[in-house]
T-cell receptor, first 110, second 111 residues
């Protein structure tokens, strides 16, 4: 599975959009981009995934660049409850295990 | 809602004890996973199972074993607990092509 690079931490004001970047320059053609988050003392929670088209669900939007070497997770209106560590993971769907890097610690401030 | 439950949120055991961590999922998923999470090391895969009675070693299987007698249940066993197995243990389940769903975690302390 391809390696990902994320900033270690970010701040965001409550009510504003949080844009979390991820670099995955060695991604291969059959690998998807997955995003999970982990709120303190809880298990990781799936957010969204995509292959090459932009995706949106009730939690977030995922923007993948045309060359697929990077992506951005967008939380459109961040709340205090979105404070968590966000993980970007690249894998094939049938790839089994998830390889979690260090992630980005997002702090949403009032 | 998909539910993955783990038998305990907190557990304290003594060195040398045999420890069972139970995980149950209600979504008829084929795959189930056991991870441990430690500060600075992230999540690491211990074992996974892609079918009943099938198991595969993950990245750090030493000191652990697993059991999957029924599709919905995946157990992690510490044959003889040691202090370096103090950790947060996370169970997950998922279909082959979809996301994994995690349980709330068991924080195990070995004294």
């Amino acid at each position: 599975d391809a390696k990902t690079t994320q900033p270690p931490s970010m701040d965001c004001a409550e009510g504003r959009a949080a844009n979390l970047p991820c670099n995955h320059s060695t991604i291969s053609g059959n690998e998807y981009v997955y995003w999970y988050r982990q709120i303190h003392s809880q298990g990781p929670q799936y957010i969204i995934h995509g292959l090459k088209n932009n995706e949106t669900n009730e939690m977030a939007s995922l923007i993948i660049t045309e060359d697929r070497k990077s992506s951005t997770l967008i939380l459109p209106h961040a709340t205090l409850r979105d404070t968590a560590v966000y993980y970007c993971i690249v894998r094939t769907p049938q790839g089994g295990k998830l390889i979690f890097g260090q992630g980005t610690e997002l702090s949403v401030k009032p | 809602d998909v539910k993955v439950t783990q038998s305990s949120r907190y557990l304290v055991k003594r060195t040398g004890e045999k420890v069972f961590l139970e995980c149950v999922q209600d979504m008829d998923h084929e795959n189930m996973f056991w991870y441990r999470q430690d500060p600075g090391l992230g999540l690491r895969l211990i074992y996974f199972s892609y079918d009943v009675k099938m198991k595969e070693k993950g990245d750090i299987p030493e000191g652990y074993s697993v059991s999957r007698e029924k599709k919905e249940r995946f157990s992690l066993i510490l044959e003889s607990a040691s202090t370096n197995q103090t950790s947060m243990y996370l169970c997950a389940s998922g279909d082959v092509y979809n996301e994994q769903f995690f349980g709330p975690g068991t924080r195990l302390t070995v004294l």
